[in-house]
Structure formats: C-alpha cells, structure tokens
C-alpha cells in the first residue's frame, strides 16, 4: 500500500469513529464547505510557494493539498480505487494515442 493509499485509509476511519484532538475530525465534523475551503487555500499556498521558487515549501504545501484532498475524496465517498482507475484509464488510452500515431507515421 502506497502513502496516499494509506493515507485514505487513515482518513476514512476518522470518518466511521471520531477521535479526540483529530484535526481530521474536526474538518468532516465542519463539512464540505470548510474542506472545500481548505482545498482553496492549500492550493493557493502551493502557487505562491511555487512562484517564490521555494522547494521544501512547495513540497510542504503540495502534501497539505493532498491530505485535504483526501479528506474531500472520504468525504464524498469516492474511494481512492476510482481515482487510480480514472489515471490508469486515461494512461491507457494516452499509449493507444502513441500507438496509433506510430502506426500513422509508419504507413
Ligand atoms: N496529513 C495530514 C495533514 N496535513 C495537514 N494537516 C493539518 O492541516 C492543518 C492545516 O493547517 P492550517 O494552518 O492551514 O489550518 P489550521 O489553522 O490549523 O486550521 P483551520 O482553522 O484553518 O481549519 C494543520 O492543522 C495540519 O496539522 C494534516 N492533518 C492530518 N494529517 C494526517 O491525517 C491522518 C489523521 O490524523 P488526525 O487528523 O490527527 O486524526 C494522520 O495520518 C495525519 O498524519
């Protein structure tokens, strides 16, 4: 299991039983508003860490982005399965594009 995958699974329990002190559950206490709020402004934090090109910053700030993300993802109850096959699916067909123009070029 990756990082993120593990990270989802950490997520979707703070979901089914509440924790004391998790910031986790405290955002699916608030709701969608305030994760989708979040989301907001990690990715503005990602921008401008990127603009100032600060690295560790940017890393940092990406990481936020993804756990808010996730929190969205359990959130809406789209399972990090869907997603992966959403990206397989659209690599696929990205190499039956390549394919397909060799073939072009070939001919
Ligand atoms: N990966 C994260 C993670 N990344 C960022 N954050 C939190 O996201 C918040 C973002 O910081 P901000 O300053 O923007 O927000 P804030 O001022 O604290 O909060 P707001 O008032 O804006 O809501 C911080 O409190 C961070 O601790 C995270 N909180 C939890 N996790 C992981 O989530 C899992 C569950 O942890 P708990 O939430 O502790 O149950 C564990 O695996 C954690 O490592």
Known sequence: ???MESLYQVVLDRKVSAQEGSYTGYL???GLDKILK????ECGEVIIA???GRKED???EIS???YHLTV???NEGIA???VKAELQRRAQKQGNLKKFHQVDKDT
């Open 80 to 82: 990090w399965e869907q």
């Open 28 to 30: 699916f206490q608030q």
């Open 58 to 60: 940017t890393i940092g």
């Open 38 to 41: 979040k989301c907001a402004e």
């Open 50 to 52: 990127a603009k100032n």
């Open 1 to 3: 299991m990756d990082a």
């Open 72 to 74: 969205l993802m359990a």
């Open 64 to 66: 936020d982005l993804l």
